[in-house]
Nanobody, 122 residues
């Protein structure tokens, strides 16, 4: 199993920056894809950015050029650097990891952190 813990959320003014971190523990060797989702009040959870592989990163169109995903496999951490934040970025941000074929017993299982709140004031 994999455990995920997020940190770095908070209150920031529009135009400001925040850096979110996710630390994975447990059977991290099982992780294939890893990324960030967010959920705003009254809206469905949406994918923000994801490592589909070490060299393949996908970003949601609305965050391209403003958010940067990075990963340190040695430390089992993944960061989301967010700049030029907008009020519409306000949401609870969740770290997500999916188990891959290296651990067939968990293949396809999705793991979630508890989330960290990002509030962007106008």
């Amino acid at each position: 199993q994999v455990q995920l813990v997020e940190s770095g959320g908070g209150l920031v003014q529009a135009g400001g920056s925040l850096r979110l971190s996710c630390t994975a523990s447990g059977e991290t060797v099982c992780i294939s894809a890893m990324g960030w989702y967010r959920q705003s009040p009254g809206k469905e959870r949406e994918l923000v950015a994801i490592f589909r592989s070490d060299d393949d990163i996908w970003y949601r169109e609305s965050v391209k050029g403003r958010f940067t995903l990075s990963r340190d496999n040695g430390k089992n951490t993944m960061d989301l650097e967010m700049i030029e934040l907008k009020s519409e970025d306000t949401a609870v941000y969740y770290c997500n990891a999916e188990a891959g074929a290296k651990c067939i017993q968990y293949y396809g299982v999705a793991y979630w952190g508890k989330g960290t709140l990002v509030t962007v004031s106008k």
